[in-house]
């Protein structure tokens, strides 16, 4: 499977697949910029940056929410990772990270927080599905290091 998308990042600016061509891709859904733990989450990607770009690897951000709200969780949290606005969720739904969810006994639906890694050739090498916000990135990176 090819991830193919075409969303606007926190500063407004169209970016699609081809704009990460060459690089590995770590391409994670969150379901909301200042929640607790895709705040979490995002703060963990960042700090481990350096060690993602020293293996190639771009860390890329979505969620529904809109450039105004990512420009403002970026700001708020220093954090130093590509967000993207999938505001009509088709990404989010072509990658099935967007569906029924559970919680207090309710059921919804939502993104599902995942993680996808993708090769420099633009294809899906390893997913990771409903997991939790703390420590994530690092399993991540350490599954970056072990598939390369």
């Not at 733990?37 to 700090?47: H, R």
């Not at 949290?77 to 990658?95: F, P, Q, V």
């Not at 099935?96 to 050739?121: C, Q, V, W």
């Given at each position: 499977?090819?991830?193919?998308?075409?969303?606007?990042?926190?500063?407004?600016?169209?970016?699609?697949?081809?704009?990460?061509?060459g690089k590995w891709m770590v391409l994670y859904f969150y379901p909301k910029d200042n929640t607790p733990g895709c705040t979490t989450e995002a703060?963990?990607?960042?700090?481990?940056?350096?060690?993602?770009?020293?293996?190639?690897?771009?860390?890329?951000?979505?969620?529904?929410?809109?450039?105004?709200?990512?420009?403002?969780?970026?700001?708020?949290?220093?954090?130093?990772?590509?967000?993207?606005?999938?505001?009509?969720?088709?990404?989010?739904?072509?990658?099935?990270?967007?569906?029924?969810?559970?919680?207090?006994?309710?059921?919804?639906d939502g993104i599902i927080r995942s993680t996808f890694l993708i090769n420099p050739?633009?294809?899906?090498?390893?997913?990771?599905?409903?997991?939790?916000?703390?420590?994530?990135?690092?399993?991540?990176?350490?599954?970056?290091?072990?598939?390369?």
């Amino acid at each position: 499977m090819r991830v193919r998308f075409e969303l606007p990042d926190k500063d407004g600016k169209i970016l699609t697949e081809d704009d990460f061509k060459g690089k590995w891709m770590v391409l994670y859904f969150y379901p909301k910029d200042n929640t607790p733990g895709c705040t979490t989450e995002a703060i963990e990607f960042t700090k481990l940056k350096s060690k993602f770009k020293k293996l190639d690897a771009e860390i890329v951000g979505v969620s529904p929410d809109s450039e105004k709200s990512h420009c403002n969780f970026h700001e708020k949290h220093n954090l130093g990772i590509t967000l993207l606005s999938d505001k009509d969720k088709k990404l989010s739904k072509y990658m099935r990270a967007f569906g029924k969810k559970k919680m207090y006994g309710k059921e919804f639906d939502g993104i599902i927080r995942s993680t996808f890694l993708i090769n420099p050739k633009g294809k899906i090498i390893h997913e990771w599905k409903n997991v939790r916000a703390s420590g994530h990135a690092e399993k991540v990176l350490e599954g970056l290091k072990e598939i390369q």
